[in-house]
């Protein structure tokens, strides 16, 4: 049994497509999927039976204009952007509306700030779900499911490995991680001032660098899209990014053959 692992990353999530384009050239097939934040999302698209490439188009269809679109402040006392607009988008472009529906099983993680807990979706509504795991904390508000509010999964968990190892213990995992490579790029150093919406960025991004490093072990093989020249907020270099994904896949296909085929 193969698990695909697709973390958190924001607008460099867009590799996520690049590496399941080359997964799906070759053939390769995975029996249920493991997202967290936007890797939720892209995992949700293919298990509702979207192509790679069907996601690929969605992605290139999002010009500047639609985007800025999509992001309308909200009052500063609950967050920095208003994420009503992005809920009624989601809805527009997921083909399924629940867990049940997907075409293959799907796991999604968020963060509860009841319990200070990753919490796992794998049935119910799916929009809940995904609203949940890419809520980026003092971005966007936290989602409430049931009697609990949530956060991004990636304030725990950015890469959950350890998830799909308890879902499927014996299962050859491949992980797809895109903070190794921020490692040495966070460019505060540079700038003479920083926004709050910085700042919160990037304490996201530095939490999620060493939370990612202690699961990645766990997993069969990890791909680190090389993306040290993108921000994680340029969502309008889709193309670019996508490349990227599609370029590590092919520079490890030999492994992924031998592990996965």
């Known amino acids: 049994m193969n698990g695909l692992v697709l973390g958190s990353g924001a607008a460099l999530g867009y590799a996520h497509i690049g590496v399941l384009k080359i997964l799906e050239k070759e053939g390769i097939e995975f029996d249920f999927i493991v997202g967290c934040s936007i890797g939720s999302l892209i995992g949700a698209l293919y298990a509702s039976g979207m192509s790679a490439y069907e996601i690929e188009h969605l992605a290139l269809s999002l010009k500047p204009t639609k985007l800025l679109r999509l992001v309308m402040p909200s009052r500063p006392s609950q967050a920095l952007l208003n994420s009503s607009r992005i809920r009624t988008f989601l809805e527009e472009i997921i083909p399924k509306k629940t867990f049940e529906e997907l075409k293959k099983p799907l796991a999604i993680v968020a963060t509860s700030l009841l319990t200070g807990k990753i919490e796992t979706f794998t049935s119910g509504e799916l929009l809940p779900a995904i609203m949940a795991s890419i809520s980026i904390p003092i971005i966007f ?39 190794s490579s921020d490692k040495h790029k966070i460019k505060a150093e540079h700038k003479e001032k920083i926004s709050i919406y910085e700042s919160a960025l990037y304490s996201v991004i530095l939490m999620q660098i060493e939370l990612s490093e202690r699961e990645k072990h766990l997993a069969d093989l990890v791909l680190t899209p090389k993306l040290n020249e993108f921000e994680f907020y340029e969502f309008y270099r889709q193309e670019e990014i996508i490349k990227k994904g599609e370029e590590e896949a092919l520079k490890n296909l030999e492994k992924i053959r031998k592990i996965f085929s």
Do not use: H, M, N, W
């Open 141 to 179: 508000q936290p989602v409430k499911i049931g009697d609990k509010f949530y956060v991004d999964g990636g304030v725990i968990s950015p890469l959950p490995v350890r998830i799909a190892r308890i879902l499927q213990p014996e299962a050859r995992i491949l992980a797809v991680d895109l903070t």
